[in-house]
């Protein structure tokens, strides 16, 4: 081990004196070295991140690294293409842009048209099979004499039970002119029915109705459609034959649809030279779009009732409306959807749905994330806070649990008398819960399964879609003249 050794303090003085310039310029030489050092070091990392950012080989890289040496440990079959796909569009964080199967994408449009082939009913399954939730008018299971809560346990002699909804719509759905024979539950009471399928467009539904002496044309607008608009001038021209002065749109629970659809409705009501909407798309300026026609139909009083799921297409034609045309808005705040989507289809017939532009009213407002404001508020009855999920663990007294705060609160609005709505599952809960049981031909044992999950919820959406339980509806009668 060397030893260290101190020198003597009168050389250490001497060295001082002769040390300092060139301490100084050693010291400086090492700081600009070390400084072109780090500089060159930092530049270097800067060109590898911007180049590997704006590589698309290494895309190619991990993809074909993946492909040939990833193992999957999952019981699933995990296709690599789609979920490349899919996490390319996750990645984006938008929720109105998709990629969708070739069958998912047949299925989406049909919905957004409004159209497609089957009896004509909207159901939620329940532990016998399918309960028709709502008949939609002049369709085939409303000519059969299907009604609303009826359960259709069997089609051409399949059970539905347990079936998932994707399945049972294969059974409903069918080409135009095919028979089905349904087993139905109705009242206690099992009977077979035959129903042939027909064409169906759901899109629209108008009559005249009347509020004390005061006749209205009322429109009821699902979705925004490929035949929404003429179904739409339809109604307005024969509300004017029978000169009404008052019109009803209901947009409620309406998702939007085509953005087409939407202005052609708009072209109705506004002139040539009126805008209907402004529109942004990428790397451009808002755009202007006026109605293309001259012919509009005016009335004395405008109403339009909106709710939490009006949005789109629909948000397009209440905002125009209110803000152009003075219509007032009765109901809740709408969604708040303000982008237009399109779709491309892909090589393989799957199709990439995505959002190209966003939109704003006549006046430039953007309501996207916001919603539209109704000029009169009124809550109404909805499955909002209420949990879906499935109740995989039976609940009983003493427990505490979301789904069962969920439970309370459908209990008290279907008229039983659950004491409370805070999750903790009490006697006087499962008194209430043991007569809706005991009502729907359930197990009655007070204690909250998926089969009673099930019937209530299919219950709510019954309930729900009757006029008779429409705060808003009622509200709107009241103030309309």
């Known amino acids: 081990m060397d030893d260290f050794i101190r020198p003597p303090k009168k050389e250490i003085k001497k060295e001082t004196k002769q040390r300092p310039i060139k301490e100084i310029l050693i010291v400086i030489l090492i700081i600009v070295c070390l400084a072109i050092g780090y500089f060159a070091g930092y530049v270097s990392k800067k060109d590898v991140v911007v180049k590997s950012t704006n590589n698309k080989g290494v895309i190619n890289e991990v993809y074909e690294t993946l492909d040939k040496y990833w193992v999957n440990t999952t019981d699933q079959d995990i296709n690599l293409d789609a979920s490349a796909i899919e996490g390319m569009v996750a990645g984006l964080n938008d929720p109105h842009s998709s990629y969708l199967t070739s069958k998912e994408a047949v299925e989406f449009n049909q919905t957004v048209a409004g159209n497609y082939q089957g009896i004509g009913v909207g159901f939620s399954m329940v532990e016998k099979g399918a309960m028709i939730t709502k008949v939609y008018n002049d369709s085939p299971a409303s000519k059969a004499g299907l009604n609303v809560g009826d359960i259709i346990m069997q089609a051409d002699g399949k059970d539905l039970a347990n079936l998932d909804t994707d399945k049972v719509k294969e059974y409903v759905r069918g080409d135009d002119g095919t028979e089905v024979t349904l087993t139905v ?277 019954i309930y729900i879609n009757n006029h008779e339980n429409d705060k808003q509806y009622e509200y709107l009668m009241k103030i309309i003249k």
């Open 185 to 461: 539950l109705s009242n206690k009471k099992i009977s077979e029915i035959k129903v042939t399928r027909g064409a169906l467009d759901t899109s629209a539904f108008y009559e005249i109705r009347k509020q004390g002496n005061t006749s209205f044309g009322y429109i009821e607008l699902s979705t925004f459609g490929t035949d929404t608009a003429n179904q739409v001038e339809e109604a307005l021209k024969s509300f004017k034959q029978a000169n009404v002065q008052t019109l009803v749109l209901d947009l409620r629970d309406n998702g939007g649809g085509y953005l087409t659809a939407a202005t052609d409705i708009l072209d109705l009501f506004f002139s040539s030279d009126e805008v209907i909407y402004q529109m942004k798309e990428k790397n451009s300026a808002a755009k202007k779009y006026y109605a293309n026609t001259d012919s509009k139909y005016e009335f004395v009083n405008g109403y339009i009732l909106v709710n939490g799921n009006t949005a789109s297409a629909s948000e397009l034609t209440a905002g125009a409306l209110q803000s152009e045309k003075g219509y007032q808005l009765v109901g809740t705040t709408t969604y708040g959807k303000g982008s237009a989507q399109t779709q491309k289809t892909l090589s393989d017939g799957s199709v990439l749905k995505y959002t190209y532009a966003k939109w704003m009213i006549p006046n430039g407002t953007c309501i996207n994330g916001k919603g539209l404001t109704p000029d009169i508020e009124v809550e109404n009855v909805s499955l909002d806070g209420i949990s879906t999920k499935d109740v995989k663990e039976t609940l009983k007294v003493d427990c505490v649990n979301t789904r069962i705060k969920s439970m309370q609160k459908m209990l008290n609005i279907l008229g039983y008398s659950a004491d409370r709505e805070d999750g903790y599952f009490s006697v006087a809960t499962q008194d209430a819960l043991k007569k809706f049981e005991a009502d729907n031909d359930l197990t009655v044992d007070g204690e909250y399964s998926q089969n009673d999950k099930q019937m209530m919820i299919a219950r709510m959406m």
